[in-house]
């Protein structure tokens, strides 16, 4: 089957080769090779196993273009583009309120740039906030394993400043550290992003109140 990216181009599969066996290196909750979103994966499974919530990544849309019938109990997909996504990557239930977040990972070590967001999850995650939902990105910087919740109201702030400030075109980590919530990775769950979700909700009912 061949499958397609949204700018047209085929995707193909990476070829293996062979490398050389290197010393292993010391396994620790800091150094497992995952990506952000595998490690969002499993703590999703634990808090789901947990009974303390239910939250899934949402599946990239795929478009049909070929498919085969080579029996009429089966169908063969030939041909198929990967969509791109309308929205953000999570979203679920927790203590009766709505969450919904995107995630995102850097390789720079001074700031976070805004070109990894698209307008039309700005528009989904305002969206969101205008239903009162509990809306949010998990941003990570690889080569310093730092982890950050940043609230979507904040991230919107961010977003129209650089259409007013033409050299903001990013987040500084110093800005993070200031108005994001870091995170530290857990064993399990490896990314214990519900405990600030929990201080999101009390600062909520202390403002209503």
């Given amino acids: 089957m061949v499958i397609h990216y949204p700018n047209g181009k085929s995707y193909t599969p990476p070829v293996k080769q062979a490398q050389k066996k290197k010393r292993p290196k010391d396994i620790s909750f800091?150094?497992?090779?995952?990506?952000?979103?595998?490690d969002l994966n499993d703590s999703n499974i634990t808090y789901l196993t947990q009974g303390r919530a239910?939250?899934?990544?949402?599946?990239?849309p795929i478009q049909i273009v070929q498919v085969d019938y080579p029996k009429r109990s089966a169908a063969v997909i030939k041909e198929a583009y990967f969509k791109q996504a309308s929205t953000t990557d999570y979203n679920?239930?927790?203590?009766?309120y709505y969450l919904d977040f995107e995630a995102k990972e850097t390789k720079n070590k001074q700031s976070f740039p805004l070109k990894n967001f698209h307008q039309h999850q700005i528009d989904h995650m305002s969206a969101c906030l205008n239903q009162k939902g509990i809306c949010f990105v998990i941003l990570r910087f690889a080569s310093l394993n730092r982890l950050f919740l940043l609230e979507a109201a904040d991230l919107l702030v961010y977003w129209n400043r650089q259409y007013q400030e033409k050299e903001k075109k990013s987040i500084s980590l110093k800005e993070l550290e200031k108005n994001a919530h870091e995170m530290y990775y857990n064993?399990?769950?490896r990314i214990p992003y519900l405990e600030v979700v929990d201080q999101l909700i009390e600062d909520d009912v202390h403002n209503i109140e």
Avoid: A
Wanted: charged share 25%; net charge positive.
């Fill in 54 to 60: 239910v939250i899934h990544k949402k599946p990239t």
């Fill in 30 to 38: 800091s150094n497992r090779g995952m990506s952000l979103e595998d």
């Fill in 187 to 189: 064993f399990s769950p």
């Fill in 92 to 96: 679920g239930v927790y203590r009766g």
